[in-house]
């Protein structure tokens, strides 16, 4: 059994037909603490990771705090390699973000990270996307991960 098994719960979503979950095991780390339930589906070859904003994601304008979004798009980077790549998500680690914010979140919308693999070699991956509510652009980015084994 890969890392990725041992640590995500990724099976079917039953309120969301079609979707999976992305979620930790361990919901007392990062992902489940604090970004709440993730679920995510390949759309072709393209990847669609989707959070559902709480009050606890706005920020004092009421629209979705800017960490969250940048915590969204990380996260999307790990599952895009597992979803539509050929990594391991659970090990790897990120080692460039780039993100332009257009678009402030509106919190009563679920937020989507939308990406694509732009190149994957034996140790990178390289990916791109935005995060969009419907047809409202919220950022765009471009990131690198770097594909780990795991630790023994």
Known sequence: MALTDDVFEHAPDPDNPGWNHWNLKDQTLFNGAVMGKLITRAEDDRCRL????????????GIIHGAVTLSLIDISMFTTMHVVGTGNAGPSVTLELSTQFVGGGDPKRPLDAVTEIV???????????????????????SGIVRKMKPRI
Do not use: C, W, Y
């Not at 989707?50 to 304008?61: D, G, K, S």
């Not at 990916?127 to 047809?135: I, S």
């Open 50 to 61: 989707r959070m559902f904003p709480e009050r606890r994601h706005e920020n004092l304008q």
């Open 119 to 141: 190149r994957e070699t034996g140790k990178l991956l390289f990916v791109r996307g935005q995060v969009v509510q419907d047809d409202d652009i919220v950022a765009s980015f």
